[in-house]
C-alpha cells in the first residue's frame, strides 16, 4: 500500500530537496529524517524548528502546515 504524502514531504519535494539533503543539514541520519517525513516519530521543538527553517517555514503557522500532529496535541504540543 502506497503511503500518502506528508506536507513535510511534500515542500521539500516543492524545494527541491533530497531527503538526504535535509538530513545532512541537520546532522541527523536520513533514517531518522524518513520517520519525521513519514510520521512515525516527531522532532524535538529544537529539531523541528530547524528542519522547518530548512523548508522555509518563517512563522508557526508554517510549522503547523509542515507538523500538524504537534500543533494539534496528537502527542503533545512542543513548539506552541
Known amino acids: 500500500m502506497k503511503r500518502s504524502k506528508t506536507a513535510l514531504q511534500l ?13 545532512e543539514a541537520m ?13 512515525e516519530k516527531e522532532p524535538g ?3 523541528g ?3 522547518g527553517r530548512r523548508l522555509g517555514a518563517s512563522t508557526l ?3 503547523d502546515e509542515l507538523f500538524p500532529q504537534q500543533r494539534r496535541g496528537k ?3 512542543v513548539y506552541s
Not at 515542500?11 to 538530513?23: P, S, W, Y
Open 11 to 23: 515542500k521539500r519535494e516543492e524545494i527541491g530537496l533530497t531527503q538526504r539533503q535535509v538530513a
Open 49 to 51: 524548528i530547524l528542519i
Open 75 to 77: 502527542r503533545g504540543c
Open 45 to 47: 521543538t529544537r529539531r
Open 27 to 39: 546532522e541527523i541520519s536520513e533514517r531518522l529524517y524518513q520517520a519525521y517525513e513519514y510520521d
Open 61 to 63: 503557522d508554517d510549522l
